[in-house]
Structure formats: structure tokens, C-alpha cells
């Protein structure tokens, strides 16, 4: 949707109010700080996915071709490594929940923002180190780091470890900030049950990192100091359970799925809510589902250990556990078609990317509900199934809400709008590049090929090249949208505060927004996204909860 023709670019702007590289370096506006996130996300996207295309030009062939066994072990461990703890866990909550956290709120920044800016510096300080450790050292544990492998290796786990337990504490610090702000920085009119669905979702993501996090944090500690130390924690000869950190690790690793795809969720509902020009069906049960995720994640870890020799009973309960969280997943895919249905539906390209989230989240929700079943958990485990499910799932899901909320907000933003129509021949090069990536690997698991394997019987060769042409149409389709975002932000034309119409609450302000937000305090008088009431907040005289 083309922005209105009296739009203009505003005079003074969070980016202009302050210069100088300093400025930057030491701001304390959450926007800011947002916008140093999103750099540093987006380069380890990057660097991921050309790590990624690298695994893929190898697997081309059967018989090894470009590096050798240990070099391969090293790429996929990089490209875990990097994927999951430097983007997916990060991208959406540090890159949006920042920006637009506070202004949803009708607040002027965080409740602590130099703990935020804080949080940056040890992200940073963490990531800087990880890859230091991992190119000094090689390691090629893969990124679970399964004991007794990663305790006897020769290469250097017990530095990448603790970069992992760094970048850990950053995100406790941000999950602490957010529950903080959330609870305390509402503008007056703003209950809970007026919060937007992202912000609900942010709230959920934060328990979970805060209560998490740590766990991996120790589990970190603890296989650097067997490393260093020779402690003996997992070693049986020494009285130690290598599965006892399978238990340390999943009770992190499965929670820390819904950090990367509950915001991924809230991006889905404003998106929705939108450009479906309505409020979003079942808001309170949208909700609730959330805080149902986020509880029932801390239950379920059980359900990778399926063949690591827990009992009958104990499979049976976590696999029933694994089922539940479908349920509470159905109950937001439910909501989501309902909105579409009943709304009329403004088609831009947030809006096929949430589109596309939501076809990745019930294609690769439905190959988890399978691989909860036991016996068919026997069959693909360590498969190339497992793969495909946890890219789906995983990265499929929450790369398109990182695009959507790319392009959904990139008009607040920087002011800017970009070109639809190259936008959306990026998305459609992304969505096929990826099914065309991914959807060989659930028939290469079917048939048997393991994963992590540097080569493999010339049956599989043929899906292996698909795979292969699939990863560089993917990777065709993020340069696009890269360039065609570059592009806008010097070129494209002013957006105005409001080009999609949107009801929700951060579209109040100028775009890109004031340092403090807003030109005066909110008093919020609507629920969020309601098309038929009021304008969901209006300015007031009155000074409230920090907001000048």
C-alpha cells in the first residue's frame, strides 16, 4: 500500500536528535539499541546461511569433494552454533521486542535501560567470543555438544562453552527487563487485558529465558570444568551419566524452542490483526495459550530421550506432554483462520510472510507430533527427518516472522517504504527455495540416510542435489530482500506515521519516532487492533508512568 501523498519525512527522529558514533555506543534509547541488535542478528543470519550453503555444496555429491570429515563436523557445528544461539534466540525479542516493547506500552524506554544497553555489550562480548573459540579451536561437537564426545575431543569446547554461557546472561538480563517494564511502565487505560498479543507473547518468551537460561548456563560450566577440571560428572568410569546431560540440556533446549517461536507468534497476530482489518479472534484464549506454551515447554524435554534408555512410562508421559503443547498451538492456528476468514484481507507482503509462518508452523508442528509417537521416533531418530522437522519448525517458522516483522515495521522504523513488488518476488524465492530445500530431507529420513554424515550411498545422491539447488534459490531470495530493505532506506518513498492503517498502539507516533516516542503521554482508551471503536490511545496533558 502506497504511502499517503502529504506524507513527509520528520525533522527530528531518534536517529537525528543525537550524532556521532559515540552517541550510538553509549545511547540508552531502546531503539537504539534495537537497531544495534538488528546489525548484529542479521550478520549472523548471514554468515549462518553461508555456512549452510557451504554443508549443502559438499553433500552435491555422494563421495567427499570439497572438505575433508573433521572439516564438515566443524561447518555444521558453526552453522548450529550460529543459527540457533546468535539469531533465532535473539532475532525477534532483543531486534522488535526492544523497539517496540516500550511503545506499545505507551512508555518513553525499558524499566532499566542501561541493563539493556548492558545486555548488548555482553551479547556481543559472547558471540565475539563463541566464534573466536570455534575458529581457534575447530570444534566439531555439533551444536548439542553431547558428552562423552564434546569432554574427550581434542578440539577447544570448553572456550566455546563458556561464550555460550555470555550469551546466556544476556538474555536473561533482556527477559528480566521486559517482565519489569511490562508490569510497570503501562500507560494508564492499558490492563492486561488490553496488552497487545506481541507484547503477551514477549511476557511469555521472558519467563521462559529467565527460567531457563540458566540451566544451560551451568550445563555450560559444568562440561568446561570436566573439560578443564577432569571432574568425571558424565563420565561412567568415574561414577558420572552422559545422559544426565542430555536431561541438563533438553530441560534448556526444548523451552528455548518458544523463545524462538513464541514472538514469532506475536508477530503473526499483529500482522493479522492488520491487515485483516479487524481485531484478532479469541483474543483472551490467544493469550492463554501463550502462558500455556510457555508452562508446558518446561515439560516436555523428555521426548529426545526416547532412546536413551528411560522407561516405558516415563516415554509415554512425555510423549503425551509433547501432544498438549499441539493442542495449545491448535487453539492459536485456530484463532489465526478465523481472523483471515471473517476479516477482509489487505494482501501485502507481511502479510504472505505470516501466511507462509503459518503453513511452516503446521507442516513442521505436524512432523513433531509424529516424531512424539514412540515407535516412529525408533525409526527417524538422528535421521535426516529430524533435520527437516527442526528447519521447518524452527527455522522456517520463525525466519518468516523475522521477515514479516521486517517488513511490517520497517515503515515505523526508518520512515521508508520498500518496493512490493521486488519484496514479493524475494518471498516467493525464499518459500520455494525452502520447501525445495527441506521437504527432500523428510523423504531422505524416511529412507534411512543419517544426519551428520560428510558422505553417503549414491540412492540418496539425487534428493541431495535437490536439497542442494533448493539452498541457493533460499539464499537468491534473502539477497533480494536484502537489497531491495538497503534500497529503501535511501531511496524509497516516506512512509507516513500510519501507511498500513493499523490500530495498534506504536503507529501513534511519528515514523521514525521521537526519542522519547511519543510528543506527549498515551492514555490508552481502546483494545488493541479494534476497528470498529475509538483510536486505540489519544495523547493527554497528564504525566504518566515516566512518559514526558
Not at 430 to 449: C, E
Not at 507 to 531: C, E, K, L
Request: net charge neutral; hydrophobic share 55%; with cysteine.
Amino acid at each position: 500500500m502506497s504511502p499517503a501523498e502529504s506524507a513527509h519525512f520528520p525533522r527530528w527522529h531518534f536517529f537525528n536528535q543525537t550524532t556521532g558514533v559515540m552517541s550510538w555506543l553509549t545511547t540508552l534509547d531502546h531503539k537504539r539499541i534495537a537497531l544495534m541488535y538488528f546489525g548484529a542478528v542479521v550478520s549472523a543470519l548471514i554468515l549462518g546461511g553461508l555456512l549452510a550453503l557451504g554443508i549443502r555444496l559438499e553433500l552435491f555429491n555422494p563421495e567427499p569433494s570439497l572438505v575433508d570429515a573433521q572439516t564438515y563436523n566443524r561447518l555444521f557445528t558453526l552453522h548450529g552454533m550460529v543459527m540457533v544461539f546468535l539469531f533465532m534466540v535473539p532475532a525477534i525479542p532483543a531486534v522488535f521486542g526492544n523497539f517496540f516493547l516500550p511503545m506499545m506500552l505507551g512508555a518513553k524506554d525499558v524499566a532499566f535501560p542501561r541493563l539493556n544497553l548492558a545486555s548488548f555489550y555482553i551479547y556481543v562480548t559472547g558471540a565475539l567470543f563463541t566464534l573466536w573459540a570455534i575458529v581457534h579451536g575447530g570444534v566439531d561437537t555439533g551444536w548439542t555438544f553431547y558428552v562423552p564426545y564434546s569432554t574427550t575431543s581434542v578440539v577447544a569446547v570448553a572456550p566455546v562453552m563458556l561464550g555460550i554461557f555470555i550469551v546466556g546472561l544476556s538474555s536473561i538480563l533482556t527477559g528480566l527487563n521486559f517482565i519489569v517494564t511490562t508490569h510497570t511502565l503501562r500507560a494508564p487505560g492499558l490492563n492486561w487485558g488490553r496488552l497487545p498479543l506481541f507484547v503477551w507473547n514477549l511476557y511469555g518468551t521472558s519467563i521462559i529465558s529467565v527460567l531457563a537460561t540458566p540451566v544451560i548456563g551451568i550445563v555450560a560450566l559444568l562440561v568446561a570444568a570436566e573439560i578443564i577440571f577432569g571432574f568425571g560428572l558424565f563420565d561412567p568410569a568415574r561414577g558420572g551419566d552422559p545422559v544426565l546431560f542430555q536431561h541438563l540440556f533438553w530441560f534448556y533446549s526444548h523451552p528455548v524452542v518458544y523463545v524462538m517461536v513464541l514472538p514469532a507468534m506475536g508477530v503473526v497476530s499483529e500482522v493479522f490483526a492488520t491487515f485483516c482489518r479487524r481485531q484478532i479472534f479469541g483474543y483472551k484464549m490467544l493469550a492463554v495459550a501463550t502462558l500455556g506454551i510457555a508452562l508446558v515447554g518446561f515439560f516436555v524435554w523428555g521426548h529426545h530421550l526416547f532412546v536413551a534408555g528411560q522407561s516405558t512410562f516415563d516415554a509415554g508421559i512425555f510423549g503425551v506432554l509433547s501432544m498438549l503443547v499441539g493442542v495449545f498451538t491448535a487453539i492459536k492456528v485456530f484463532n489465526w483462520v478465523m481472523t483471515l476468514y471473517k476479516g477482509a484481507v489487505d494482501f501485502t507482503v507481511p502479510f504472505a510472510l505470516a501466511c507462509f509462518f503459518l503453513y511452516f508452523l503446521i507442516f513442521g508442528g505436524m512432523t513433531g507430533i509424529a516424531l512424539a509417537v514412540i515407535s516412529l521416533d525408533v525409526h527417524w531418530h538422528d535421521t535426516y527427518y529430524v533435520v527437516a522437522h527442526f528447519h521447518f519448525v524452527m527455522v522456517g517458522s520463525v525466519m518468516m516472522a523475522f521477515l514479516a516483522a521486517v517488513h511490517y515495521w520497517f515503515p515505523k522504523m526508518f520512515g521508508r517504504m520498500y518496493s512490493e513488488r521486488v519484496a514479493l518476488s524475494a518471498v516467493a524465492f525464499i518459500f520455494i527455495g525452502f520447501n525445495l530445500t527441506f521437504v527432500p530431507q523428510f523423504l531422505l529420513g524416511n529412507m534411512g540416510m543419517p544426519r551428520r554424515y560428510h558422505q553417503y550411498l549414491p540412492m540418496f545422491q539425487s534428493l541431495n542435489v535437490a536439497s542442494t539447488m533448493g539452498a541457493f534459490i533460499l539464499g537468491l531470495g534473502m539477497f533480494l530482500s536484502l537489497f531491495a530493505l538497503l534500497w529503501a532506506l535511501k531511496w524509497g518513498a516516506v512512509a507516513g506515521d500510519n501507511p498500513f492503517h493499523s490500530r495498534g498502539y506504536e503507529w501513534n507516533t511519528a515514523s521514525p519516532p521521537v526519542q522519547h516516542n511519543f510528543h506527549t503521554p498515551q492514555v490508552i482508551v481502546d483494545g488493541p487492533h479494534n476497528y470498529e471503536g475509538p483510536p486505540a490511545a489519544q495523547p493527554t496533558a497528564k504525566v504518566a508512568h515516566g512518559v514526558e
